[in-house]
């Protein structure tokens, strides 16, 4: 799997306060507005690890001059639904967004899919 490390982000959303409990001015940190902090050593965490499995058939029929392939592909196959992707900002929550709570999941892998098609080669 893939490293990742939890980060929290400076925003406008905060106001910062000293230790004497004055409020800081906003354009203190405004050169860092947006930039991530990381929380813990880069590559700390690690995703489970996963396995993905597509499988193409192809079948060739020949008719006079013609050759017809009809082919099927699936994608994952094995119906894998690991996690891709996570919520890592520890600060972003949302109470109306569940995908927001830090380490939620925000991606899986794509779902079970079948294509089918077919050619004609003269």
Do not use: H
């Amino acid at each position: 799997g893939e490293y990742f490390t939890p980060v929290f982000q400076l925003n406008p959303r905060f106001r910062l306060q000293a230790s004497d409990g004055s409020l800081l001015p906003d354009d203190l940190v405004d050169g860092v507005r947006g930039q991530s902090i990381l929380l813990e050593d880069r590559g700390s965490r690690k995703y489970q690890g996963r396995t993905n499995l597509d499988v193409r058939l192809e079948r060739r029929f020949q008719i006079r001059e013609f050759a017809w392939f009809v082919t099927a592909d699936l994608f994952n196959a094995l119906g894998s639904d690991a996690i891709v992707e996570r919520n890592l900002t520890i600060n972003d929550q949302i109470s109306t967004d569940p995908t927001s709570t830090f380490a939620a999941p925000r991606q899986r892998v794509t779902p079970r899919a079948l294509q089918v098609g077919g050619r004609i080669e003269m």
